[in-house]
Nanobody, 126 residues
Framework: QVQPLESGGGLVQAGGSLRLSCAAS????????MGWFRQAPGKEREFVAS????????WTTDSVKGRFTISRDNAKNTVTLQMSSLKPEDTAVYYCAVGREEYGGITGTPGGYRYWGQGTQVTVSS
């Protein structure tokens, strides 16, 4: 089974940028849609962004639209979330997830993803 491994989290001041990466272990991401979710303390896990297996379609939640960009490099088997203009409310553990079906569509529903990473902490100070 393919296991996503996140990296790139850290502490940043409001207005700053971070780049999260998700690499594949034990398999390939290529035929799967990929997603980023986040979970803040005391809150439910929420959808952030998703990208189709080919990279031709993306979807970001309204709260991060225009600030976050999801992309993928199938040759390198990686998915990236570029985050800019960060706000304190972006503070959360960010998770990378692998779509449930090969060549499936993008979705913002956690149930649409089969494998999840351990998460990487993003903290935005005011």
């Amino acid at each position: 089974q393919v296991q996503p491994l996140e990296s790139g989290g850290g502490l940043v001041q409001a207005g700053g940028s971070l780049r999260l990466s998700c690499a594949a272990s034990g398999g390939t991401f290529t035929p799967y849609a990929m997603g980023w979710f986040r979970q803040a303390p005391g809150k439910e896990r929420e959808f952030v962004a998703s990208i189709s297996w080919s990279g031709s379609a993306t979807w970001t939640t309204d709260s991060v639209k225009g600030r976050f960009t999801i992309s993928r490099d199938n040759a390198k088997n990686t998915v990236t979330l570029q985050m800019s203009s960060l706000k304190p409310e972006d503070t959360a553990v960010y998770y990378c997830a692998v779509g449930r079906e090969e060549y499936g569509g993008i979705t913002g529903t956690p149930g649409g993803y089969r494998y999840w990473g351990q998460g990487t902490q993003v903290t935005v100070s005011s």
